[in-house]
């Protein structure tokens, strides 16, 4: 992974000029939780979650098969969320996505990708309120509003006990897998997964990519990506560095299925006013440089198109 620079409060340069009104207000703290997990490394504080119900601890609990579906489906499923068609955009909130049971999330994933499954799911299903009661002081945070740096910033934080945005589209996430018999520290785990999803993204998004951090707190890439008309166009993205999750379960059946340590670490793109270039474009990028243990899903929201409701493109 290059070096990360350190960008000031005051000036944040990150290969575009972003407008940012008010230091104070660039991002929204994140609530800590009780399930958090935070250790320093090189002066930076990282944080994940280790919540016992989350969808991708039973989503993985043994390893998925995957026959005949699209990325984008494999990709949720991974992740432990229904596709849209099975559950439509909106009905799935970030409190489902913290809080599940291995019930409810099997039926979900298999009446996706399993076609002889046809299950019947009630979409008020889920969480009881006394789950949600609990939760209430795990909560993640609220989103962000505005544009630029500050409102994708925001985005990257998950909904509160009020249930939260749907994380398929509001969003996007890598998924890494780390071999238990390779990796036993989750510490270290989760900073080789993080890494490596900078990583990934770099690279696809060109040699004169800039990495950097933003207020202690993000990690900002930006570069440019070819558009279907083969014309660089200009993208930013930004990670949450205290802001993932982790699960112990398996890798996929065609990845291996071997016992893992599971990380998700959410990011998002965030506007540049003239570019035109769309999630399938960073993903048709992303496809020919990521590694072999990570998996994406990219929200189609967060394009120009700002294509709302709309299945994320999966890099599988």
Known sequence: MPRI?????????IGILVSISGCAQILNEIIPSP??????????????QTNESTTLRYANAKPLEFVDVSDSVKVLALAGMPDLQTVPAGKFS?????????????????????????????????????????????AIGAVGGGTGAAGAAGLLLLGSNTGGPDPRTKFSGSICYRGVNEQLDLNQA???????????????????STVEILKEKYVTISGHVSSKENEEQPVSIVLSITNSMYAPGFAPADRGGYKSNIFITFFNRYAVESSTATMEDIAAA???????????WLATEMDYQKRKNHPPIGVY
């Open 5 to 13: 620079l350190r960008s000031s409060c005051m000036a944040v340069t």
């Open 190 to 208: 989760y900073l080789e997964c993080f890494n490596q999803t900078v990583d990934d993204l770099r690279k696809a998004l060109g040699a004169k």
């Open 286 to 296: 992303l496809r020919t440089v990521k590694s072999i243990d990570h998996s994406y």
């Open 94 to 138: 970030a409190t489902s996505f913290a809080i599940s049971t291995p019930v409810f999330t099997q039926r979900y994933i298999h009446s996706a990708i399993d076609q002889n499954t046809a299950a019947s799911l009630d979409t008020n299903q889920g969480p009881s309120s006394s789950d949600l009661a609990a939760f209430s002081t795990n």
């Open 35 to 48: 399930n958090m997990t935070y250790f320093e490394r090189d002066g930076l504080k990282y944080g994940y």
